[in-house]
Protein backbone atom coordinates (compact mmCIF):
# COMPACT_ATOMS: atom_id res chain seq x y z
CA UNK A 1 0.00 0.00 0.00
CA UNK A 2 1.70 3.39 -1.05
CA UNK A 3 2.03 5.99 1.35
CA UNK A 4 1.91 10.11 0.83
CA UNK A 5 4.16 12.18 1.87
CA UNK A 6 1.62 14.34 3.49
CA UNK A 7 0.65 11.63 5.97
CA UNK A 8 4.47 10.81 7.37
CA UNK A 9 5.23 12.54 10.79
CA UNK A 10 8.32 14.69 11.92
CA UNK A 11 8.60 14.73 15.69
CA UNK A 12 11.01 16.16 18.27
CA UNK A 13 11.23 14.32 21.67
CA UNK A 14 11.00 16.07 24.76
CA UNK A 15 10.78 13.91 27.63
CA UNK A 16 13.93 11.64 28.11
CA UNK A 17 15.18 8.58 25.40
CA UNK A 18 13.47 6.06 27.84
CA UNK A 19 10.36 7.82 27.99
CA UNK A 20 10.22 9.94 24.85
CA UNK A 21 7.52 12.97 24.84
CA UNK A 22 7.05 13.02 21.03
CA UNK A 23 5.65 16.15 19.78
CA UNK A 24 5.06 16.81 16.81
CA UNK A 25 6.77 19.31 13.83
CA UNK A 26 3.71 20.54 12.35
CA UNK A 27 5.22 23.22 10.56
CA UNK A 28 7.94 21.14 8.67
CA UNK A 29 7.09 20.33 4.72
CA UNK A 30 9.13 18.67 2.11
CA UNK A 31 11.05 16.28 4.64
CA UNK A 32 13.93 14.04 3.53
CA UNK A 33 15.44 11.31 5.39
CA UNK A 34 18.64 9.85 3.95
CA UNK A 35 20.45 7.17 5.23
CA UNK A 36 23.52 6.15 3.35
CA UNK A 37 26.72 3.79 4.36
CA UNK A 38 29.79 4.11 3.44
CA UNK A 39 31.79 1.15 1.66
CA UNK A 40 34.62 -0.46 1.67
CA UNK A 41 36.10 -2.40 -1.81
CA UNK A 42 39.35 -4.33 -0.93
CA UNK A 43 38.09 -7.40 -0.21
CA UNK A 44 38.00 -8.87 -4.25
CA UNK A 45 40.19 -11.86 -4.59
CA UNK A 46 40.87 -13.40 -7.71
CA UNK A 47 38.94 -16.18 -6.55
CA UNK A 48 36.03 -13.90 -6.66
CA UNK A 49 34.69 -14.42 -10.26
CA UNK A 50 36.12 -11.14 -11.46
CA UNK A 51 33.41 -9.39 -9.32
CA UNK A 52 33.96 -6.32 -6.74
CA UNK A 53 33.35 -7.34 -3.59
CA UNK A 54 31.95 -4.31 -1.20
CA UNK A 55 30.87 -3.77 2.21
CA UNK A 56 28.78 -1.67 4.49
CA UNK A 57 31.62 -0.52 7.15
CA UNK A 58 29.85 3.28 8.53
CA UNK A 59 26.14 4.45 7.83
CA UNK A 60 25.15 7.93 8.11
CA UNK A 61 22.41 9.76 8.19
CA UNK A 62 20.64 13.40 7.72
CA UNK A 63 17.12 14.72 7.74
CA UNK A 64 16.25 17.97 5.70
CA UNK A 65 13.43 19.92 5.63
CA UNK A 66 12.09 23.26 5.26
CA UNK A 67 10.04 25.43 8.00
CA UNK A 68 7.60 28.71 8.03
CA UNK A 69 9.35 31.29 9.98
CA UNK A 70 6.97 31.26 12.59
CA UNK A 71 8.80 32.05 16.02
CA UNK A 72 5.19 31.49 18.32
CA UNK A 73 5.81 27.58 17.11
CA UNK A 74 7.36 25.37 19.73
CA UNK A 75 8.95 23.27 16.92
CA UNK A 76 10.09 26.15 15.02
CA UNK A 77 11.46 27.43 18.61
CA UNK A 78 12.72 24.01 19.45
CA UNK A 79 15.01 23.61 16.17
CA UNK A 80 16.46 27.47 16.52
CA UNK A 81 17.29 26.96 20.18
CA UNK A 82 19.12 23.68 19.32
CA UNK A 83 21.14 25.14 16.17
CA UNK A 84 22.29 28.70 18.41
CA UNK A 85 23.08 26.62 21.11
CA UNK A 86 24.88 23.99 19.83
CA UNK A 87 22.72 21.51 21.72
CA UNK A 88 21.27 18.29 20.84
CA UNK A 89 17.59 17.44 19.72
CA UNK A 90 16.06 13.37 19.78
CA UNK A 91 14.37 13.53 15.94
CA UNK A 92 11.88 10.68 15.09
CA UNK A 93 10.66 10.59 11.03
CA UNK A 94 8.38 8.35 10.66
CA UNK A 95 5.70 7.28 7.61
CA UNK A 96 2.66 8.31 9.72
CA UNK A 97 1.09 8.69 13.66
CA UNK A 98 4.14 7.56 15.93
CA UNK A 99 1.56 5.55 17.67
CA UNK A 100 0.11 3.92 14.40
CA UNK A 101 1.15 -0.30 14.62
CA UNK A 102 3.46 -0.21 11.32
CA UNK A 103 4.77 3.79 11.29
CA UNK A 104 8.56 3.20 11.26
CA UNK A 105 11.33 5.77 10.40
CA UNK A 106 14.56 6.79 11.73
CA UNK A 107 15.25 8.26 15.53
CA UNK A 108 18.21 9.73 16.67
CA UNK A 109 19.88 12.13 18.59
CA UNK A 110 20.90 15.35 16.15
CA UNK A 111 22.73 18.51 16.20
CA UNK A 112 21.04 20.81 13.82
CA UNK A 113 23.91 22.03 11.05
CA UNK A 114 22.08 23.93 8.83
CA UNK A 115 19.65 27.05 9.38
CA UNK A 116 19.85 28.87 6.28
CA UNK A 117 16.64 31.49 6.21
CA UNK A 118 15.24 32.69 2.68
CA UNK A 119 13.52 35.93 1.90
CA UNK A 120 11.92 35.89 -1.03
CA UNK A 121 10.79 39.74 -2.20
CA UNK A 122 6.93 37.87 -2.53
CA UNK A 123 7.15 35.28 -0.52
CA UNK A 124 6.58 34.24 2.96
CA UNK A 125 9.98 33.67 4.86
CA UNK A 126 10.98 30.03 5.48
CA UNK A 127 13.97 28.57 6.88
CA UNK A 128 16.01 25.70 5.42
CA UNK A 129 17.20 22.81 8.08
CA UNK A 130 19.24 20.17 7.82
CA UNK A 131 19.97 17.82 10.71
CA UNK A 132 22.99 15.23 10.91
CA UNK A 133 23.43 12.53 14.14
CA UNK A 134 25.54 13.71 17.02
CA UNK A 135 26.99 11.94 19.62
CA UNK A 136 25.00 10.52 22.32
CA UNK A 137 24.48 7.54 24.79
CA UNK A 138 21.92 5.82 22.60
CA UNK A 139 22.80 5.84 18.43
CA UNK A 140 20.64 6.31 15.83
CA UNK A 141 18.13 3.24 15.14
CA UNK A 142 14.93 2.41 12.71
CA UNK A 143 12.16 2.66 14.80
CA UNK A 144 8.93 0.30 14.09
CA UNK A 145 6.06 0.77 15.95
CA UNK A 146 4.98 -3.02 16.04
CA UNK A 147 2.16 -4.38 14.93
CA UNK A 148 0.93 -6.51 17.98
CA UNK A 149 -0.26 -3.35 19.85
CA UNK A 150 -4.42 -2.68 20.14
CA UNK A 151 -5.15 1.62 19.97
CA UNK A 152 -7.58 2.96 22.38
CA UNK A 153 -9.33 6.38 22.23
CA UNK A 154 -11.23 7.45 25.01
CA UNK A 155 -12.61 10.75 27.36
CA UNK A 156 -12.00 10.51 31.02
CA UNK A 157 -14.20 12.81 33.29
CA UNK A 158 -12.86 13.72 36.55
CA UNK A 159 -15.74 14.08 39.45
CA UNK A 160 -15.01 16.85 41.94
CA UNK A 161 -11.31 16.55 40.55
CA UNK A 162 -10.58 13.09 41.16
CA UNK A 163 -11.01 9.86 38.55
CA UNK A 164 -9.19 7.26 37.71
CA UNK A 165 -8.63 4.78 35.02
CA UNK A 166 -8.55 1.29 35.74
CA UNK A 167 -6.26 -0.93 32.69
CA UNK A 168 -8.57 -3.59 33.47
CA UNK A 169 -11.37 -1.99 32.40
CA UNK A 170 -10.47 0.75 29.41
CA UNK A 171 -13.34 2.15 28.05
CA UNK A 172 -15.12 1.12 24.59
CA UNK A 173 -17.83 2.97 23.00
CA UNK A 174 -19.85 -0.36 24.29
CA UNK A 175 -18.81 -1.86 27.74
CA UNK A 176 -14.73 -1.98 28.05
CA UNK A 177 -11.21 -3.75 27.76
CA UNK A 178 -9.38 -6.12 29.85
CA UNK A 179 -5.77 -5.23 29.35
CA UNK A 180 -4.35 -7.72 31.45
CA UNK A 181 -1.25 -9.45 30.45
CA UNK A 182 -0.24 -6.17 27.96
CA UNK A 183 1.95 -3.42 28.44
CA UNK A 184 1.06 0.45 27.75
CA UNK A 185 3.49 1.12 24.92
CA UNK A 186 2.44 4.69 23.86
CA UNK A 187 -0.12 7.00 25.40
CA UNK A 188 -1.40 10.70 23.99
CA UNK A 189 -3.31 12.48 26.57
CA UNK A 190 -4.89 15.95 25.81
CA UNK A 191 -5.89 18.32 28.63
CA UNK A 192 -9.02 19.59 28.04
CA UNK A 193 -9.15 21.60 31.08
CA UNK A 194 -8.00 25.15 32.56
CA UNK A 195 -6.07 23.74 34.76
CA UNK A 196 -3.27 20.73 35.30
CA UNK A 197 -3.97 17.34 34.97
CA UNK A 198 -1.70 15.11 36.99
CA UNK A 199 -1.89 11.55 36.86
CA UNK A 200 0.20 8.87 39.54
CA UNK A 201 0.04 5.46 40.19
CA UNK A 202 -2.80 4.74 42.38
CA UNK A 203 -1.16 3.73 46.34
CA UNK A 204 -2.86 0.38 46.06
CA UNK A 205 -2.28 -1.39 42.60
CA UNK A 206 -1.01 1.20 40.86
CA UNK A 207 0.16 1.09 37.46
CA UNK A 208 3.86 2.14 37.80
CA UNK A 209 4.36 3.12 33.79
CA UNK A 210 7.29 5.83 34.21
CA UNK A 211 8.58 4.09 37.22
CA UNK A 212 8.01 3.96 41.11
CA UNK A 213 6.78 7.18 42.81
CA UNK A 214 6.91 9.14 39.50
CA UNK A 215 4.26 11.32 38.30
CA UNK A 216 2.91 12.79 34.75
CA UNK A 217 1.42 16.17 34.73
CA UNK A 218 -0.12 17.77 31.52
CA UNK A 219 -0.27 21.37 32.07
CA UNK A 220 -3.97 23.08 30.84
CA UNK A 221 -4.63 22.74 26.98
CA UNK A 222 -1.81 20.52 26.28
CA UNK A 223 -1.35 17.16 24.88
CA UNK A 224 1.81 15.05 26.02
CA UNK A 225 2.96 11.81 23.64
CA UNK A 226 4.85 9.12 25.47
CA UNK A 227 6.26 5.93 23.88
CA UNK A 228 6.99 3.25 26.94
CA UNK A 229 9.72 1.11 25.98
CA UNK A 230 9.71 -0.77 29.31
CA UNK A 231 6.38 -0.12 31.13
CA UNK A 232 5.53 -2.92 33.21
CA UNK A 233 2.65 -5.70 32.45
CA UNK A 234 -0.78 -4.87 33.63
CA UNK A 235 -2.22 -7.22 36.14
CA UNK A 236 -4.55 -7.38 39.28
CA UNK A 237 -2.20 -5.72 41.39
CA UNK A 238 -0.35 -3.49 38.37
CA UNK A 239 -3.70 -1.61 36.88
CA UNK A 240 -4.76 1.90 38.32
CA UNK A 241 -3.73 5.31 37.67
CA UNK A 242 -4.94 8.51 39.69
CA UNK A 243 -6.01 11.47 38.13
CA UNK A 244 -6.60 14.64 40.11
CA UNK A 245 -7.84 18.36 38.90
CA UNK A 246 -10.66 20.54 39.34
CA UNK A 247 -14.61 19.59 38.69
CA UNK A 248 -15.70 18.01 35.85
CA UNK A 249 -12.33 18.29 33.91
CA UNK A 250 -11.74 15.81 31.15
CA UNK A 251 -9.10 14.64 29.57
CA UNK A 252 -8.46 12.79 25.91
CA UNK A 253 -6.99 9.61 25.82
CA UNK A 254 -5.27 7.67 22.80
CA UNK A 255 -3.57 4.63 25.06
CA UNK A 256 -1.27 1.87 22.62
CA UNK A 257 -1.51 -1.41 24.63
CA UNK A 258 1.69 -4.09 23.70
CA UNK A 259 0.41 -7.94 23.41
CA UNK A 260 3.00 -10.41 24.88
Known sequence: MYKLGREAKLYR???TYEAPDWQEVGNARDVSANVDAETADNLTTRAYGGWKATVVTLQDAAIEFDMVWDPDDDG???IREAF?????IEIAAMSADIETAG???LRATMAVTTFRRSEPLTEGITVSV???????AHP????????????FSFTETLVAGAGALDLTAIPLAVGTYDGTGKTVAAVAITNNGANALAISPAAEDGYEWLGAGIDLVVPAGATVRLTLTDA????????????AGTGA??????LTLACP
Open 84 to 88: FGRTP
Open 13 to 15: NAG
Open 232 to 243: PTIAANARLLDL
Open 140 to 151: PEWLVIGEDTLK
Open 130 to 136: TLKPTYS
Open 76 to 78: FVA
Open 249 to 254: QTSTWT
Open 103 to 105: SEG
